[in-house]
Structures are given as C-alpha cells and as structure tokens.
C-alpha cells in the first residue's frame, strides 16, 4: 500500500491512495489541466484511478471533482450532505456513503468518519489494504473520541496542521475569520495536532506527515517541530505535504 499527495492547502488538496492495483483520489481542489498535471508527477493518468472519495464541500476539496470525473467517467464517493451543498455534479456517477459505514472499492477498504467542520456533514477516512492503514485528518476543528478511535492504531497519518495560535492572532485575518479558522468548527492549530498526536503514536507508525498548513498563519517549520517534538525525532523526519508539489509516493 502506497500514498501520494497532489498538494494541500486552501488552494486545492488531492491525495491518491493505491492498494495493489486499484488507486483513489481523495479529494481534488484544482482546475483539470492542473490536476492531470499534477497526477502526471506521479507517473499517473486519470484513467488509472477507480474514482474520487470526497470529504466535504469546500471549493478547495470538490471544485475540481466534476470536470475530472466527468472527463474521465470516475465514479465519486460522497455523503448526503455533501451532496447537498455540492456545485457541478452533473452527470457525475455519485454514490451516497454512510459516514459511519465502511466501504470497499475493489482491494481498498475505506472508513469515513464525521470530523467537526464548518460544513454540511464532513469526513475524513482511514484506508486500508487488510496489512496496513492510513490514515487522514484534514478540516477539523477539533478532535474527538470517536476521531481518535478511528486513527488508533494506523500505520501511516496525515495530519492538519493549519495554523500557529499566535500568528492567526496577529495575522491579516478579519476577526470573524480568525474565529471562524481557530474554532472548533474550523482547522486544527499545531499544538492540538501535536496533543492528538501524543494519544496516537505507537511503535508501529511508520510515516507521520503535516498537511493542509496554512500560507499566512503558519511556518512549515512551526508544523513540523510541533509534530516532532511528539515524536522525539528531528524535525526534517515529519514529512510535509505542500501546496504546490504535493509529496511523492510513500510505501507503508
């Protein structure tokens, strides 16, 4: 089992998850051209996905999902919610998820399970192979039981690190944005990532990786000493998924 990440960030977010020969895409927040791009880093086209798990309705997340799945007659896993709220589906195969109900496409086995965000009925997943499993946590504005006891025990995390406390404070946001990204309906700071991280870390994680960090309100260094310190390994050793080149494939 592998994974790779098209970018991540408030520009767009994609990441392919593969399980011997069948490969997904979570989430895809990018023009067409840019995502065909982007899978191409990765030695991929479109037509070698099986389809697109979607988290919730944000442009960043689904903006790009029609025209890819449209393009290429990609089936596309959602929930009702998402549904809902969701903009240029039209003509798209969607299946409506459970979001406490796993599901399998083909080899890959996926769990969603519902995250506080500001958004009709987010979710984030956990994949897995039957060997190994990753998991994702993007877009939460806090943790909670159930979050923790759906990701105990993964082999491999993504994990939100949006934004430094301090600098959200004192950065350009409007005050209501700044409410909105710091509270429990928004994105996850680095120091609740890291208290997250402490219940999770087990000997046998083997990737820990800080994704979805933000532009204005953080440091990519400030995400990844925040997760290192955690895990009493130097900073550079928490992989890091950036906005514009994504990370390349990681075998768990």
Known sequence: MRFACLGSGSEGNGLVVEAGSTRVLLDCGFGLADSIARLARLDLQASDL???VVTHEHSDHIGGVGRLARRH????WLTAGTLAMAQDLDGVAVQVIDSHAAFAVDGLEIR???VPHDAREPVQYVFGDGDRRLGVLTDAGCST??????????????????HDAEMLE???????LKRRVGGRFGHLENSQSALLLE???HEKLQCVMAAHVSKKNN??????????????????????????????????
């Open 50 to 52: 099986a389809g697109i």
């Open 73 to 76: 007659k990609l089936p596309v």
């Open 145 to 162: 039981p159930h979050i923790e006891a759906m990701l105990c025990g993964v082999d491999a995390l993504v994990l939100e690190c949006n």
């Open 170 to 176: 004192s950065g350009p946001y409007p005050a209501s």
């Open 199 to 201: 219940k999770l870390k």
């Open 219 to 252: 440091t990519s260094a400030l995400a990844q000493r925040a997760l290192a310190q955690v895990l009493d390994c130097a900073d550079e050793d928490v992989r890091l998924a950036c906005q514009t080149t994504g990370f390349g494939w990681i075998r768990i």
């Open 112 to 114: 969603p399970f519902p």
